[in-house]
């Protein structure tokens, strides 16, 4: 079964464009994270989303968004970048039940982006 | 908000050592637990997990403890090997919010 999926890999911005990542959750998996990690804040949690609906938000400026598709895939876009905003930006699935109940998270390579 | 820290965020271990990896966490409503290895240049890869209602879980040459008196979290590696040095994150979570809050890291090094 393939794995966390994310793309681009690598990208390089300029302070106030936007950038638009993608993630391809597992087969099967309905519940989609999104992570900042930087090396002075760690992981930290962006959204999560389920059956398209956005379930749980960080604490994140409006400028990170995000959404997700009916085939499970998603998309998370920041806008008006900063420099802050370099990161190493991961997606993880997760075989969360119907009921409900967490499940463990399956992380992508993630998407490093730069910004200059 | 709620924060996960490590005691250590580095150690250092000779290959074939058993290596313990600390974490303390400070919301009592978690009830899920898991740990997470991450090597240079790729995403966090799940070790393994522990749900409160336990108090050990053992894998392959790992085990989870749970101290819920004192809110501490270990991940205990038997027989460290080289291919164990990376940074490993404990992450707390409630019961049906699927939001995982990760402690800073802990860098293992193993010594040949």
């Known amino acids: 079964k393939a794995g966390v999926t994310q793309t681009p890999r690598y990208l390089i911005k300029t302070r106030g464009q936007q950038v638009t990542l993608s993630c391809s959750p597992i087969?099967?998996?309905?519940?989609v994270s999104w992570y900042q990690q930087t090396p002075g804040q760690g992981l930290q949690f962006l959204f999560e989303?389920?059956?398209?609906?956005?379930?749980n938000k960080g604490n994140f400026p409006g400028r990170f968004s995000g959404r997700q598709f009916s085939n499970s895939r998603s998309e998370m876009n920041v806008s008006t970048l900063e420099l802050g905003d370099s990161a190493l930006y991961l997606c993880?699935?997760?075989?969360?039940?119907?009921?409900?109940?967490?499940?463990?998270?399956?992380f992508g390579e993630g998407s490093r982006l730069t910004v200059l | 908000g709620e924060s996960v820290g490590l005691h250590l965020p580095t150690l250092s271990v000779q290959e074939g050592d058993n290596s313990i990896i600390n974490c303390a966490y400070s919301?009592?409503?978690?009830?899920?637990f898991i740990w997470y290895k991450q090597e240079s240049g790729k995403g966090p890869q799940f070790i393994i997990d522990?749900?409160?209602?336990?108090d050990k879980r053992q894998g392959q040459r790992v085990t989870v403890l749970l101290n819920k008196t004192v809110k501490h979290l270990s991940l205990q590696i038997a027989a460290t090997q080289p291919g164990d040095s990376a940074v490993y994150f404990c992450?707390?979570?409630?019961?049906?919010?699927?939001?995982?809050?990760f402690g800073s890291g802990t860098k293992l090094n193993v010594k040949p």
């Open positions: 522990i749900r409160s209602n336990m």
């Open positions: 992450a707390e979570n409630m019961r049906n919010f699927n939001k995982f809050y």
């Open positions: 993880a699935s997760s075989p969360i039940s119907t009921s409900g109940n967490t499940g463990e998270l399956f």
């Open positions: 989303y389920f059956s398209e609906t956005q379930r």
């Open positions: 087969s099967g998996h309905r519940s």
């Open positions: 919301n009592s409503a978690s009830d899920y």
